[in-house]
């Protein structure tokens, strides 16, 4: 009876069958060549793709007709939308390797349900139907596949357009060969594909998709009001306010993305990670982590053939100097002040346990009813011994702790004013040459190596070397940066601000960051009583 469909489908005989279809929209870009002026030339021949094939409801429509037409039975279609038949994607294969396969979970679902003769519908399926070949497959692993279940669990495979024939063993040899020169149709796209991408990206640009927040819809006009809002925030963040503040601070003023959405710490991230701010192209770099076996995306400068950094053809928002200090800032560790872990005591994260050989960052703890103490009142103490993270002999107030932290920040902010008007920062950065004679030697560095004038052992020796004094220079750089923003800025009264109508936890926490790298406390003997302010050592952030 098996054997009975697939002779019968090749006759061309459905009559008592049912067939289920599979419809796929592709996904493979079918760009053609970039012209002189980095346009491109629609007059070049392309090969067809799903755009020729309008949707995959006429594939679906002209696959029923197709089947009713010949006396058979048509009772279910297998959606593939937006899928492409040739992309591979790194994938953990059940031996626990990694490897390169095309990823079309319902194109295998369905060739799966044919052998078993069940669609999931409920109905029996005899045999599957698709428009062409090029919707079954563009890759020759997954023809296969469909070999395998025509050839073995005799299964019949059929198209429209008579360009598939896996019902014999020439149509078979055929179709091998189609799918190969259809796999090399859809690299050679790709490749064209990413030429065209490299084009733009070496001429500085801009991509396509949404407009990006601080330009307007040509995405090279700077939006006033967005870009000023960016070196706002950009000056708060290098000055040492927390990303949950800005955040906050934006989301109360009805500021969205360009997509209208409110802001989160991790949008605020991403956008300011972006060297697109201080003018330079960017692009996409796809990196493999084998302990998880997933591919991470960043964004990264764009370099030209000299290694310079493209400019893009867009009007900058921030100084080079300031993205980078902020590129400092951001790391590649989680920040501080975002997500959801977000502090909800104004203390914890600065306080630590003063006993010797301890160290811990206390934690808040809220007092027992039985101390009698008014509701929401909480103790700041270091974590027992039994945790493995303190030990346990530490306890303050947390109410009097948080009233004493501001007046240290009060009286912090207050002084800085005083230095900010007696000291004049200069202009330009004091070690700016030592900074350029350090770019220049790295590139030197690089000529010569590609020159052969230099080992490669001596080649990376030295290049470790100048990178190390690279990133001192620009730690520092950073450093004067910060200090330099403060003195342009206005003081700010800290005593106002601390009480301001609408003010965070998180914008206080920020300032307290900005003052305090640590408040140590110190513990105390048994039945001694020490005020409170002479357990308290303050450890200063640098300027």
Not at 9 to 15: I, K
Not at 330 to 354: E, F, K
Not at 476 to 483: F, L, T, V
């Amino acid at each position: 009876m098996a054997d009975d469909l697939v002779q019968r489908a090749h006759w061309g005989n459905l009559e008592g069958q049912n067939w289920a279809g599979l419809a796929r929209l592709s996904t493979e870009e079918a760009e053609g060549e970039l012209s002189s002026d980095g346009t491109l030339d629609e007059s070049r021949p392309r090969f067809m793709t799903g755009r020729d094939i309008k949707s995959t409801e006429e594939q679906e429509r002209d696959g029923r007709g197709f089947v009713e037409s010949r006396g058979g039975r048509y009772v279910y279609t297998y959606m593939e939308p937006d899928t492409s038949a040739w992309k591979r994607r790194r994938v953990r294969l059940p031996d626990g390797s990694v490897g390169y396969r095309v990823v079309r979970p319902v194109y295998e679902g369905a060739l799966e349900d044919l052998k078993q003769g069940k669609a999931p519908n409920g109905e029996r399926i005899d045999g599957l139907i698709v428009y062409d070949i090029d919707r079954l497959t563009r890759d020759p692993r997954h023809l296969e596949d469909a070999i395998e279940t025509v050839e073995h669990h005799h299964r019949p495979i059929i198209d429209i357009t008579g360009t598939l024939d896996l019902l014999t063993d020439n149509g078979r040899a055929m179709a091998r060969v189609v799918v190969a020169m259809a796999n090399k149709q859809s690299a050679d796209t790709a490749r064209r594909v990413r030429r065209n991408h490299k084009a733009r990206r070496d001429r500085g640009i801009p991509v396509g998709g949404t407009r990006p927040f601080g330009w307007q819809d040509d995405k090279r006009t700077l939006n006033p009001t967005e870009a000023k809002h960016i070196r706002d925030a950009a000056k708060r963040l290098i000055l040492g306010a927390e990303w949950h503040a800005v955040v906050a601070d934006w989301n109360r003023e009805g500021i969205t993305t360009s997509k209208g959405n409110p802001w989160t710490w991790i949008a605020l991230r991403d956008m300011m990670r972006n060297p697109r701010l201080c003018g330079y192209r960017s692009h996409v770099v796809i990196e493999f982590d084998p302990e998880s076996g997933r591919e991470i995306r960043h964004l990264t400068i764009a370099h030209d053939d000299e290694g310079k950094p493209v400019k893009g053809q867009w009007t900058p928002i921030l100084e080079v100097s300031e993205w980078e200090a902020i590129q400092e800032i951001i790391g590649d560790g989680p920040m501080r002040g975002g997500g959801r872990n977000a502090r909800v005591y104004l203390a914890t994260g600065t306080l630590r346990c003063g006993k010797e050989d301890c160290g811990s960052l206390l934690r808040a703890m809220k007092a027992a009813p039985s101390r009698g103490k008014p509701e929401g009142y909480f103790y700041y103490v270091c974590p027992a011994k039994t945790t493995g993270r303190g030990c346990g002999g530490v306890k303050i107030p947390g109410p009097e702790t948080d009233e004493l932290i501001r007046k240290l920040v009060i009286t912090k902010y207050e002084e800085e004013a005083s230095e900010r008007q007696a000291v004049k920062v200069p202009q330009e950065w004091p070690k700016e040459a030592e900074w350029k004679i350090i770019g220049e030697d790295i590139a030197d560095l690089k000529s010569a190596r590609r020159a052969r004038k230099i080992s490669a052992e001596r080649y990376y020796a030295d290049l470790a070397e100048y990178e190390a004094e690279e990133q001192r220079l620009k730690r520092e750089r950073n450093a004067w940066r910060r200090q330099t923003l403060a003195a342009e800025g206005e003081p700010v009264d800290m005593a106002e601000e601390w009480k301001r109508k609408g003010i965070t936890l998180a914008e206080r926490r920020s300032y307290v960051a900005r003052t305090l790298t640590a408040l140590v406390v110190q513990p105390v003997g048994s039945g001694r009583r020490v005020p409170l302010r002479d357990r308290l050592v303050p450890v200063y952030a640098e300027a």
